[in-house]
Every structure is written in C-alpha cells, then in structure tokens.
Nanobody, 122 residues
Framework: QVQLQESGPGLVKPSQTLSLTCTVS??????????WSWIRQPPGKGLEWIAN???????YYRPSLKSRTSISRDTSKNQFTLHLSSVTPEDTAVYYC??????????????WGQGTQVTVSS
C-alpha cells in the first residue's frame, strides 16, 4: 500500500517562496513508469495540475506556472519537493501530492496524499 504525506507551512506571506514536501512510503519514487505530481485546488475551483517528477528524475511543469515552479527529489528519503516562488493570494489552495502512470496519453492517478491547506496572506 503506497502512502503519500504532504508537509509544509500552512501560511505563507505574499512574495515568499512556498516549499512543500511529499514523503512516500510503501513504494519507491524511482519505480519504473511512475510519475509523482503536485496538484492543487483553489477554494471554489477544480483541481489544477502543477508539476511532475518522473521515475528518471525528469520534470514537467504547468506552462502558466513554469517561471515560478521547481520540483526536486531526494531518493535517499523517498521524497519530492515543490517550490513555488513569488506567491500571491491566488496561490491559496489545498495542495496534494499524487502518484500517476500514463495510460495512453493520460496520466492516471492511483494514490493521493490527504492534502495540505496553504494560505497566502500578510
């Protein structure tokens, strides 16, 4: 059973950098064919994919957020981390990490973290 757990600050000031870490247990982030994602849900809105890191360490970013986003991983700790710079109140959301695998052209998620609320406010 794969488990994912998000950790990070619940409150961030505008213009600061938000860093969230996902700790994975029950499976390795280097397991072939799996992709590890950050996804968020702003209040009253739908889910929004932010970034992936793949089993080889490759990275993919949402184009609209690419200039402010980076994702890294620590294979020794089985963790991957999202960094989102220059945050604004529009970045307020519940942030999720998830595991996915491509089925055709679509990335299908099978395990999710419980989510962590991040509020951007002064």
């Amino acid at each position: 059973q794969v488990q994912l757990q998000e950790s990070g600050p619940g409150l961030v000031k505008p213009s600061q950098t938000l860093s969230l870490t996902c700790t994975v247990s029950g499976g390795s982030i280097t397991t072939t064919y799996y992709y590890w994602s950050w996804i968020r849900q702003p209040p009253g809105k739908g889910l929004e994919w932010i970034a992936n890191t793949g089993y080889t360490g490759s990275t993919y970013y949402r184009p609209s957020l690419k200039s402010r986003t980076s994702i890294s991983r620590d294979t020794s700790k089985n963790q991957f981390t999202l960094h989102l710079s220059s945050v604004t109140p529009e970045d307020t959301a519940v942030y999720y990490c998830a595991r996915g695998r491509f089925e055709g052209r679509h990335l299908v998620y099978d395990y999710w973290g419980q989510g962590t609320q991040v509020t951007v406010s002064s």
